[in-house]
Antibody
Framework: EVQLVQSEAEVKKVGESLKIACKGS????????IGWVRQMPGKGLEWMGF????????RYSPSFQGHVTISADKSINTAYLHWSSLKASDTAIYYC????????WGRGTLVTVSS | SSELTQDPAVSVALGQTVRITCQGD??????ASWYQQKPGQAPVLVIS???NRPSGISDRFSGSTSGNTASLTITGAQAEDEADYYC???????????FGGGTKLTVL
């Protein structure tokens, strides 16, 4: 059974760093792109970027380029989304999903950033 | 343009047929995929490619494309189909993905 298990909810302060994780199982982790999708409170889905774990080829949405870093550790079947300095506007649910299409999704990680 | 446009809200009477549309230039080159999202849940893929339903998705759901418009049709809508629906497609020579703004479906 394909599963994407995401890390637990996080509460952080503005300016802090954060890395959230997405662990894949039940399939060949290195054979599929893993994408990250943001959903701000009450809003729609936004594609942030994705990574191909086999060679770490990474693509970013222009809206998120430079604001987050996507990485992967294929030895432990895990993809990551990292912020070096959080903003209050980063408050959202972040989903990872296997691509293409996005056929399996994690349950989401709620990130709350307060000042 | 790399945008996908959806109607914000659509309603359908119980048991009737509804079409949810998604417009964008990228749809002339790439198929849309469609996702259903219910409150408090992660999105679920319902249609991909030309008209492919993942295992476990009701055959009430079907997809089609004409020109720059992709459509998700729900035939005989049920109460459990009430949800937000999003389309997406590849853009930028297949290097990026874009989502539509989403359509809130109400089943009356």
């Amino acid at each position: 059974e394909v599963q994407l298990v995401q890390s637990e909810a996080e509460v952080k302060k503005v300016g802090e760093s954060l890395k959230i994780a997405c662990k894949g199982s039940g399939y060949s982790f290195t054979s599929y792109w893993i994408g990250w999708v943001r959903q701000m409170p009450g809003k729609g889905l936004e594609w942030m970027g994705f990574i191909f774990p086999s060679d770490s080829d990474t693509r970013y949405s222009p809206s998120f380029q430079g604001h987050v870093t996507i990485s992967a550790d294929k030895s432990i079947n895990t993809a990551y989304l990292h912020w070096s300095s959080l903003k209050a506007s980063d408050t959202a649910i972040y989903y990872c999903a296997r691509n293409d299409p996005f056929d399996y999704w994690g349950r989401g990680t709620l990130v709350t950033v307060s000042s | 343009s790399s945008e996908l446009t959806q109607d914000p809200a659509v309603s359908v009477a119980l048991g009737q047929t509804v079409r949810i549309t998604c417009q964008g230039d990228s749809l002339r080159d790439y198929y849309a995929s469609w996702y259903q999202q219910k409150p408090g849940q992660a999105p679920v893929l319902v249609i991909s490619g030309k008209n492919n339903r993942p295992s476990g998705i009701s055959d009430r759901f079907s997809g089609s494309t004409s020109g720059n418009t992709a459509s998700l049709t729900i035939t005989g809508a049920q109460a459990e189909d009430e949800a937000d629906y999003y389309c997406d497609s590849r853009v930028n020579s297949d290097k990026h993905v874009v989502f539509g703004g989403g359509t809130k479906l109400t089943v009356l």
